[in-house]
Each structure stands twice: as structure tokens, then as C-alpha cells.
């Protein structure tokens, strides 16, 4: 089946500073896809070039087949869309806010919306602004719910919310997803939460290197080492199946797809002793700082 999301060959730059040079990547239908990376990489910026907010420098970036620059009105209705946090119309009430959407969206769903927002147990006549942000995801999820896109772009969807709240936007979205073959795009800086929901995870660095995996083979093929730090001793770097090395009190921790034979080869090559040299159990939030780096 055609890719719902492909780009090949983006270069884009904020004046003299490059984001990307030659970005590629596809996301196939019926998948839920994280993307991830540190702050400034260009998450953000991706999304507004999927939608057509900006133009890359170079490059080519399609949704649904269509230049993501050109997308015809038909093509923008498939596309459910959360633009860093959740906005909406603040001097509209929770049903004023449902009668604007619903004429846009040929699919609209008024009873999604409402299942959803009752749960807030506010009345129809409620003003948005008067919500807190928890609330106000809510209402979003329920507008984006309603549209009953094929494709959700969610930036940022965390963003103000809650340990509670998180869950509940999650649970529902899951079972929203559930048998349907909707196709998600998000990004969050809540690591945790990808490890239940996403099926597989794109990693984003600066300049627009991509590693895209499943959370389970990153978790199983991604590993740390801690090695005792020695006084007068050459630190190691990062060469080879080593990705990453930090600094950590009395010990480096050495990050890479490497089993600890690979890491000793490397470290007898930079001249580094690798005496004390110990596997480490991490979490998913672990692994995404020791992958990307923690500056």
C-alpha cells in the first residue's frame, strides 16, 4: 500500500543554521509512529512542512501522495491535526466550538465529540478559556475524534498535562485507533508513554539523521555500559557500535548496539582499559537519553 507519509531528499535551514541535509523518511498506513529527539532537532518544524505551514528549502515531502505544500481540501480533511499543545477557540463554549468544526469534516462524528467531553461533567454552555489545560485536551481530542481522520498528527500532545490526564488521552485514543487502520504521526517528550502506545519510533539528531525501529528491537539491541573512571586515564569516544559516552560521577556509561566484546575492541583500540567494563539495565527514558545524548 502507498506510504501515507513519505520525504526524501528534505534539506531546510533558519538563515545560516541547517536543520536537515537530505532528511528521508516513510511511515506505511495502520501504523503508530513516534518521533523523537532532542529539543531543536526539528520535530516541530517537520509538522509544519507536512502540513504545509512552510515550504523546505529542498527536497520532497508527500501525504497521502500529494505534495505536502499542495495538499487539496479533500486530502486536509483525512488529517486530524494537534499543533503544539491544545489550542482552540477560547471565547467559544464546548458546544459553540463543535458546531464550527462540524461543517468542515464530511465524516464528522457529534457523537464522538460529546462522549468524550461529558466526561468533563461541564455543562454545553462552559467557555474553553474558563478550563484548565487537562479540560481543554479533552475538548481537542474530542474535536480531532470527531473528524474520524485517517491520518492523526499530534505535536507535542503532552504538553501541560498530567500524569492522569496523560493516560486518559492515551487510553482513549487507543481504543479510538483500535481495528480501524488510521495511521498516527506524534511526537512527546514523555518517553515513558511510547512504550505502550507506538509501534515503532523514529529517531530524529540534528541535521536530520533518522533511525527508525520497534520499541521492542531498540529496547533489546540498544545497550550501557558503566566503566570505572581512572585518574590520568584518556577518556573513551564515541567510534564505531559505541554511540554515546557520558560522564556520570566515578564512571563513564557507554551507550551503543554493541555486545560488551564489541565495546572491549573499540576501547583496546583508543587505548582505554576496560578492566571493570559492567552491562546496565535501563528504562525506555534511559536508552532515548543515552542514544540522543543528554546536551
Not at 520532497?60 to 482552540?88: M, N, Q, Y
Not at 498530567?162 to 487502520?181: I, P, Q, V
Request: hydrophobic residues 35%.
Amino acid at each position: 500500500m502507498e506510504n501515507v507519509i513519505e520525504v526524501s531528499g528534505l534539506c531546510h535551514r533558519y538563515g545560516s543554521r541547517w536543520i536537515y541535509r537530505d532528511l528521508a523518511l516513510t511511515v506505511p498506513p495502520g501504523r503508530i509512529y513516534g518521533l523523537l529527539g532532542k529539543n531543536g532537532v526539528g520535530k516541530t518544524t517537520l509538522i509544519k512542512i507536512l502540513m504545509g505551514f512552510l515550504r523546505p528549502s529542498s527536497g520532497r515531502c508527500t501525504v497521502f501522495g500529494e505534495d505536502s505544500h499542495d495538499l487539496r481540501p479533500e486530502i486536509r480533511a483525512k488529517i486530524g491535526l494537534l499543533f503544539e499543545g491544545h489550542l482552540a477557540y477560547d471565547f467559544m463554549t464546548i458546544a459553540q466550538i463543535e458546531r464550527f468544526y462540524a461543517p468542515q469534516y464530511p465524516k464528522w462524528d457529534r457523537g464522538r465529540y460529546y462522549d468524550l467531553v461529558d466526561l468533563l461533567r461541564l455543562k454545553p454552555t462552559h467557555r474553553i478559556g474558563d478550563m484548565s489545560c487537562g479540560q481543554r485536551s479533552q475538548v481537542v481530542l474530542g474535536l480531532i475524534m470527531a473528524q474520524q481522520p485517517e491520518l492523526l498528527i499530534l505535536d507535542d500532545y503532552s504538553m501541560g498535562l498530567d500524569a492522569g490526564y496523560r493516560r486518559l488521552f492515551l487510553d482513549y485514543m487507543s481504543e479510538y485507533l483500535k481495528d480501524t487502520g488510521r495511521t498516527v504521526f506524534l511526537t512527546s517528550h514523555v518517553i515513558q508513554d511510547m512504550e505502550s502506545f507506538v509501534d515503532e519510533v523514529i529517531f530524529l539528531e540534528r541535521g536530520g539523521a533518522v533511525k527508525s525501529t520497534s520499541i521492542e528491537r531498540f529496547r533489546d539491541a540498544f545497550r550501557c555500559y558503566d566503566l570505572p573512571r581512572v585518574e590520568g586515564t584518556r577518556p573513551p569516544e564515541p567510534e564505531g557500535p559505541i554511540k554515546n559516552v557520558e560522564a556520570h560521577g566515578d564512571r563513564w556509561e557507554l551507550f551503543g548496539f554493541a555486545g560488551p566484546e564489541e565495546v572491549e575492541t573499540v576501547l583496546k583500540r583508543q587505548g582505554v582499559k576496560s578492566s571493570g567494563l559492567t552491562p546496565r539495565n535501563m528504562t525506555l527514558e534511559d536508552a532515548f537519553i543515552g542514544y540522543t545524548g543528554r546536551y
